[in-house]
């Protein structure tokens, strides 16, 4: 018996290439050196370094957008993941236990966070879900993250995000379950705050390694789903 996991994957003030180059030894690989069929789908963010180089780091896993338009809101980054982990005996025509989860992330710029916004987002991550989420046995989890991108980290923000999780079972779990995740990261000031669940943050930490460098990207990404 063997397990599978498939998935598919005006200049900005105060940033530079040359700011966001990862640790070494963990640099992402360049997409001059990717498959032409990666590379095409992956937009550029040209005129903010720091989302292109998070979108590097993205790329292997999700599928990106930008300006991704949303109930009167435009995200500066928007990106979808789907993950099918899939149990077999032998031979993949003989599967069962098949569970599929997926992600939907909305990153955008602003200067100053506030509580009630995030406060706003949770109750956006319930609204999606309701038209997203389609709870049958195979449905394992969907995630809804939110990161603002800002130039300060309030006390009372990072409080409210610290270790936040909101985790709504379908079906008392039969149906599996959905989260609201919520992240605040300021790049300037190398500081970031996220919820309990939102493991996707990593990404958008650039002046840090991403945990366990001895592990494939996808495999930290898809894992995390069966924890």
């Known amino acids: ?10 200049e900005t003030p105060g940033y530079d290439d040359a700011d966001w180059e990862d640790p070494a030894g963990v640099d992402a690989v360049p997409k001059s050196e990717l ?13 903010d370094p720091y989302l292109d180089r998070v979108s590097d780091r993205l790329m292997y896993n999700y599928n990106l957008e930008r300006a991704h338009r949303l109930r009167g809101t435009t995200w500066d980054l928007y990106g ?9 005996f032998f031979h993949p025509a003989l599967s069962y236990a098949d569970h599929e989860s997926e992600e939907y992330l909305f990153a955008r710029r602003v ?5 009630r916004e995030l406060e706003r987002l949770v109750e956006l991550g319930h609204d999606l879900a309701d038209e997203r ?9 969907t995630d809804f993250t939110f990161v603002l991108v800002a130039d300060e980290l309030p006390e009372d923000v990072r409080e409210f995000v610290d270790g936040q999780r909101e ?7 039969y149906y599996g379950h959905y ?9 300037d000031a190398r500081e970031m705050v996220a919820g309990e669940a939102a493991d996707v943050m990593e ?3 650039l002046w840090e390694d991403v945990t366990e460098p001895d592990e494939g990207f996808l495999s930290r990404f898809a894992k995390r789903f069966w924890r």
């Open 80 to 88: 979808e993941m789907r993950v099918l982990n899939q149990k077999q």
């Open 35 to 47: 498959p032409d069929e990666i590379v095409e789908t992956v937009p550029d963010w040209t005129d």
């Open 179 to 187: 989260e609201v995740n919520l992240g605040v990261v300021v790049p």
């Open 1 to 10: 018996m063997s397990e599978r996991t498939e998935s598919n994957p005006g």
């Open 111 to 115: 200067e100053r966070p506030t509580v």
């Open 203 to 205: 990404a958008f930490r």
């Open 167 to 173: 985790r709504t079972l379908l079906k008392y779990g």
């Open 133 to 141: 989420v389609t709870g049958n046995e195979e449905h394992y989890r």
